[in-house]
C-alpha cells in the first residue's frame, strides 16, 4: 500500500515535509534531535523525502545519558550508518563522571542533568539555533500548547504565552539575538498515525517496541525493566512477562506494557484498542515536581 492511498497520512506527509524545508530555509544552523525511538525514526525518513536527490542539510544529534536500552545504541549507530546522516553524540560527560544515575538521584534530578542539561550544553558547542524534533501534540498536555515553530529564550527556556501566532501554517522563523528555535514537523500526528506511517512507508524501528518476554520489576503500576545496577524494593521481585514498550527513554524510567502484539499489524490493531496515553509508561511525569511543561521551562526539549 502507498502513503497516496490514505489520505490523511498524505496531508501529514506533505505538511511535515513543508515545515522541514521552512525550517532549512533559515539563516540559522540546525539539527535534527534523534532519540532513536519510532516519531524519530518517521521524521528521519519525511527528512530524506523533503530533500531528496540531495543530501539532508542537517546533522543529527542524540543526546546520550548512558542509560537507554542496548538495542536502542545499536539501532542508532546502524541507521545512521545506512542513512547516510552525520550522526553527533553528546552528554553531561561532568555529571556521568560524578555517577549521575536515577537509582540514588531519583527521576527528576538525573533527567535534569542528563537530558536538559546535555541538550543545552550541546546546542551551544555547536551553535545550532534550530533543534528539530519528533514531539507530537498529543502526547502530553504541555506539548499540545506548543507552536511548530517554538520559540526560546536565552538560557533554552519555553514560555508559553511568548510564543508567535501562526495563522494558516504561516511561519516565522527569524531570531532575535539570544533567542533559539524549536521545530516540530510532526505536531499534528498521533500515535496510530505513526505506526500506520510506519507501515505505509515499511520504515524500520527499534525491536523494543514488539512483544517478547522481558525481565521486569512491577512497580508503582509500572513494569520497569531490570538491569545490573537497579535496586529491588522491599516485597518486589524479577518475573518475566510478554511486553513491549510504547514509548522509549532511559530504561530505569521506562515502563513497559502486557502485550502479545509481536508484529506491526497486531501493534496497530492493539492500539485501536488502548485507552491510556502512550506516556502513562514514563515515570518522569508522573512526578508533580518535574511536570513535561516544568521541564521544558527549563530547557527540556
Excluded at 553531561?92 to 531519583?106: M, V, Y
Excluded at 533527567?111 to 558547542?125: H, Y
Excluded at 520497569?224 to 545496577?229: D, H, T
Amino acid at each position: 500500500m502507498r502513503t497516496s492511498e490514505n489520505p490523511r497520512l498524505r496531508n501529514l506527509e506533505a505538511e511535515s515535509i513543508e515545515i522541514l524545508r521552512e525550517a532549512a530555509s533559515s539563516p540559522d544552523l540546525g539539527v535534527i534531535l534523534y532519540s532513536v525511538g519510532k516519531d524519530s525514526s518517521v521524521l528521519l525518513h519525511l527528512a530524506g523525502k523533503a530533500f531528496a536527490p540531495g543530501s539532508v542539510p542537517f546533522p543529527i544529534l542524540h543526546v546520550d545519558t548512558g542509560f537507554k536500552f542496548p538495542e536502542m545504541y545499536e539501532f542508532r549507530d546502524r541507521r545512521a550508518r545506512e542513512l547516510g546522516y552525520e550522526l553527533l553524540v553528546e552528554s553531561n560527560s561532568e555529571a556521568i563522571r560524578a555517577g549521575a544515575n536515577p537509582f540514588d538521584l531519583g527521576t527528576p534530578a538525573c533527567c535534569g542533568l542528563l537530558k536538559t542539561d546535555a541538550l543545552l550544553k550541546a546546542v551551544g558547542k555547536h551553535g545550532f539555533r534550530l533543534a528539530i524534533g519528533g514531539a507530537r501534540r498529543d502526547e502530553e498536555k504541555s506539548r499540545a500548547k506548543e507552536r511548530v515553530f517554538s520559540i526560546r529564550q536565552a538560557n533554552g527556556g519555553w514560555d508559553p504565552k511568548a510564543q508567535r501566532i501562526e495563522l494558516w501554517n504561516h511561519y516565522n522563523t527569524r531570531l532575535a539575538d539570544g533567542q533559539s528555535m524549536r521545530v516540530f514537523p510532526l505536531s499534528n500526528w498521533t500515535e496510530i498515525d505513526i505506526w500506520k506511517y510506519i507501515a505505509l512507508e515499511k520504515i524500520e524501528t527499534v525491536s523494543l517496541y514488539y512483544a517478547k518476554p522481558r525481565t521486569v520489576v512491577r512497580r508503582n503500576g509500572q513494569l520497569i525493566p531490570f538491569r545490573e545496577g537497579m535496586k529491588l524494593r522491599a516485597g518486589e521481585i524479577t518475573e518475566d512477562v510478554m511486553c513491549r514498550f510504547r514509548t522509549l527513554g532511559c530504561s530505569p524510567c521506562t515502563g513497559a506494557i502486557e502485550s502479545q502484539a509481536r508484529t506491526l499489524p497486531d501493534l496497530i490493531q492493539e492500539l485501536e484498542t488502548i485507552e491510556l496515553s502512550e506516556r502513562s509508561t514514563r515515570v518522569i511525569d508522573h512526578d508533580e515536581s518535574s511536570s513535561m511543561e516544568k521541564k521544558k521551562r527549563e530547557g527540556y526539549f
